[in-house]
């Protein structure tokens, strides 16, 4: 459904996307994940027609991203990554705006998602809260029930329960055969919805796998609080794992997503007044499943 | 080729400054009528005299003031009909596109299904017909203020092709602006081209009134064919008004094509 053919796009900087070459699927939920400034949003650029490629092609259901973009903007719902919206404009009469230049007719959905995410957008969009106006660009991608979603960092500005919410809503357009484009900085957002992950470091593609894949090579630091740290260590080292004291009674563990039962079953031996999981940046996880890889 | 939607909305959000425009306007051509004394126009010209003569050919304002059509021609077509609405047009043209480049609020209207040419081609047909209706509404507010005033006095033939070319003449200075505000992705730079050019260009014309050494600097800016007083006295027009009608339709190509072809920030 979606095709990136070799595509480089260099800005003045330097920095830009590389070589990049990769398609999705119809139906699959793809994460792209990769640090701030790796090329998310550029890549992102190149498939609504923003920005000429240097080099390359990118296809929409098999129409060119440049030439067609009006044809594929029908079939593209599209949440951007920093939001701004016309000065100006209330959320409501935006909505109408939008509506109307997409030439809709059936407001039903529209309606549905309002309430779903409990948003009222009456009044001057310049006065919504960061959630609000995120809520109003994912009412916006998604009014016009496309078969393609291109959503940069989404879930940026939602609370929590705003953001589970979000995964049901994109679970539930996956199952109706939706194919889906996800950025993210953090690979716990996309590890809910999306099936498969491409990793983008510097403007390279340095990784594309499944999330089953990835999740087991993640690696995750578990901060336990104890009475007797030195036993602790011992106990989890002999276990297998890699475990040091971090202060006088507390200790870290690290654990791959295939060994989380017998980390926790070994756990049970000591006395843990308190445990805690350290987040891993993006980066780390990266490295480990490159490591993981060669071994 | 233009999206009704879009331009509705273009209209909602940009009227208001167009009222303004037109209000200032309307009072300064109530002012200057009201000014005039068709019994004595030595009055006017005594009045001149106490000004510096240089500085009255650089305003635009003519010696060869007789006529009522005249008088607005040198008194208010010289120079305030150019510096106004080049006002507005600097500011209208950079909010109709660059602004919401800048902001990156562009990206809205770029994820509906129409494509760059024909957003543009609304927006700056929005900002000819928003001139359109400047001057339309200023020739109506001239002749009825002045047949109020002075029954019979306003050659109303004259004073609508006064109109006409001071209209074309700003909608070039409108497309100059609107090419660096579909050129550039930022607000900065666009106003900087879009409003040091024209600015430019009336200083040359201004220069260029003073004495016939500077007259080059009048011709070879965009106000070269532009003569009020030639056009209310001789009424040969074609000329300028084709002239100014080429411009125009370039500069307005230029922007698509340039707007068209360049990689957007958003």
Redesign the interface.
């Known amino acids: 459904m979606i095709e990136v053919h070799d595509v480089t796009l260099a800005y003045p900087s330097g920095k830009g996307v590389f070589d990049l070459q990769f398609a999705i699927e119809q139906g699959v939920a793809m994460g792209y994940l990769g640090p701030n400034g790796a090329g998310k949003t550029t890549t992102i650029r190149a498939l609504l027609g923003y920005m000429r490629p240097n080099k390359g092609i990118c296809t929409i259901a098999g129409l060119d991203c440049m030439q067609d973009a009006p044809d594929i903007q029908k079939r593209i719902g599209y949440i951007p990554g920093e939001i701004s919206f016309i000065d100006g404009m209330h959320g409501d009469e935006f909505l109408r705006f939008m509506f109307d230049m997409r030439e809709m007719k059936d407001d039903r959905l529209q309606k549905q998602l309002l309430d779903m995410f409990d948003l009222d957008p009456r009044g001057n969009i310049r006065k919504f809260s960061k959630g609000m106006k995120q809520k109003l660009g994912i009412v916006t991608a998604f009014m016009h029930d496309p078969e393609v979603l291109i959503l940069d960092e989404p879930t940026s500005g939602l609370d929590p329960l705003m953001q589970q919410l979000f995964v049901e809503l994109i679970l539930e357009n996956k199952k109706r055969g939706k194919t889906i484009l996800m950025s993210s900085h953090s690979f716990k957002e996309v590890e809910s919805t999306c099936d498969h992950v491409i990793i983008i470091k510097d403007g390279r593609i340095i990784n594309q796998s499944d999330v089953q894949t990835l999740k087991k090579s993640e690696r995750r630091g578990y901060v336990i609080q104890t009475d007797s740290v030195k036993s602790a260590v011992q106990l989890f080292a002999a276990s297998g794992f890699e475990a040091s004291a971090v202060s006088d009674d507390t200790l870290e563990v690290f654990v791959t997503g295939d060994h989380v039962d017998q980390f926790v079953k070994t756990a049970a031996n000591i006395t843990v007044r308190s445990i805690d999981v350290t987040s891993q940046s993006l980066e780390d996880i990266f490295m480990q499943f490159y490591a993981r890889k060669e071994q | 080729m233009i999206?009704l939607?879009?331009l509705k909305?273009t209209v909602k959000?940009n009227w208001v400054l167009l009222f303004i425009f037109f209000a200032v306007l309307t009072f300064y051509m109530t002012i200057m009528l009201a000014m005039y004394d068709p019994h004595d126009t030595e009055a006017i010209m005594s009045m001149l005299e106490l000004f510096p003569e240089d500085l009255m050919k650089a305003m635009g304002f003519s010696g060869l003031v007789t006529t009522l059509t005249g008088y607005l021609a040198s008194w208010l077509y010289g120079l305030l009909m150019l510096g106004f609405p080049m006002v507005y047009c600097i500011i209208l043209a950079n909010r109709l596109v660059v602004?919401?480049v800048d902001?990156?609020?562009f990206?809205?209207?770029?994820?509906?299904?129409?494509?760059?040419s024909?957003i543009i081609v609304t927006q700056g047909v929005y900002a000819l017909i928003s001139l359109l209706v400047l001057f339309a509404a200023l020739f109506g507010v001239g002749v009825m203020v002045s047949s109020i005033m002075f029954q019979d006095a306003l050659d109303i033939g004259a004073f609508f092709k006064l109109n006409v070319t001071t209209m074309l003449v700003n909608m070039v200075v409108m497309m100059i602006c609107f090419f660096f505000s579909c050129l550039f992705n930022e607000v900065k730079r666009s106003a900087a081209f879009g409003a040091g050019i024209p600015i430019a260009f009336l200083l040359m014309h201004m220069l260029g009134g003073v004495s016939p050494d500077a007259e080059i600097l009048k011709r070879i800016s965009i106000y070269g064919f532009y003569d009020p007083m030639e056009v209310v006295h001789s009424g040969t027009v074609m000329g300028a008004n084709l002239a100014y009608s080429v411009c125009i339709v370039l500069l307005f190509a230029g922007s698509i094509l340039v707007f068209n072809?360049k990689?957007?920030?958003?």
């Not at chain 2, 990206?107 to 760059?116: E, K, W, Y």
């Not at chain 2, 990689?263 to 958003?266: A, N």
Request: net charge positive; charged share 25%.
């Open positions: 999206n939607v879009l909305t959000k602004k919401m902001n990156t609020s990206a809205f209207l770029l994820s509906t299904p129409n494509s760059r024909r072809r990689r957007l920030l958003l």
